[in-house]
């Protein structure tokens, strides 16, 4: 079994910045990637926002490149999203995801809502 729990969300004005963390514990194998993922209002698909391998890989999402940046702490199986120059648009539920060689799991997300 494997638990992730976000935290770091909140209310910020435009420009503002965030960090988001996700740390996973539990039976942890093989760890792919630690990607970050967000479902805006009234959107039904998830958009990846952010995903780091275990090789340290990064890749971003168009809308986000040069001002997200993601990281991880191996040894403490946490994955960071450090959130800078924000904008409306990037008000979302934030999930973390793990990926494995065999299964993903998800966290519960957390919220993000960047004011005008």
């Known amino acids: 079994q494997v638990q992730l729990v976000e935290s770091g969300g909140g209310l910020v004005q435009a420009g503002g910045s965030l960090r988001l963390s996700c740390a996973a514990s539990?039976?942890?194998?093989?760890?792919?990637?630690m990607i970050w993922y967000r479902q805006a209002p009234g959107k039904l698909r998830r958009e990846l926002v952010a995903?780091?391998?275990?090789?340290?890989?990064?890749n971003y999402a168009d809308s986000v490149k040069g001002r997200f940046t993601i990281s991880r702490d191996n040894a403490k199986n946490t994955v960071y999203l450090e959130m800078n120059s924000l904008k409306p648009e990037d008000t979302a539920v934030y999930y973390c995801?793990?990926?494995?060689?065999?299964?993903?799991?998800w966290g519960r997300g957390t919220q993000v809502t960047v004011s005008s």
């Open positions: 995903r780091i391998s275990h090789g340290g890989s990064t």
């Open positions: 995801n793990l990926e494995t060689s065999r299964y993903s799991y």
């Open positions: 539990g039976s942890i194998s093989s760890i792919s990637a």
